[in-house]
């Protein structure tokens, strides 16, 4: 059974940095693509970054050169690397395994930025 448990979240002032962290179980991990997402309350699950099996990156524009998305397939476990961090960014980040057709999701943790 593939699970997914993320951790790192956590409040941080504007400007600052945090690193998330997302361990998947199983052997599943070095096969697939990866994601990053969040929500916000009141808004829609947005993209953060993607990752794919093969190590290619894909950020969201609200992100782009601030955030970076890695993966160490030893650990089973995919980073997401939070720089210049702004009250914008305050959501649930959410961790995405694409095993098409089926989606895995993590709990989420929460980010919290403040001014």
């Known amino acids: 059974q593939v699970q997914l448990v993320e951790s790192g979240g956590g409040l941080v002032q504007a400007g600052g940095s945090l690193r998330l962290s997302c361990t998947v179980s199983?052997?599943?991990?070095?096969?697939?693509?990866m994601g990053w997402y969040r929500q916000a309350p009141g808004k829609q699950r947005e993209l953060v970054a993607t990752i794919t099996h093969g190590g290619i990156t894909n950020y969201g524009d609200s992100v782009k050169g601030r955030f970076t998305i890695s993966r160490d397939n030893a650990k089973n476990t995919v980073y997401l690397q939070m720089n210049s961090l702004k009250p914008e960014d305050t959501a649930v980040y959410l961790c995405?395994?694409?095993?098409?057709?089926?989606?895995?999701w993590g709990q989420g943790t929460q980010v919290t930025v403040s001014s």
């Open positions: 199983g052997d599943i991990f070095s096969r697939v693509d």
């Open positions: 995405k395994l694409d095993a098409w057709p089926r989606d895995y």
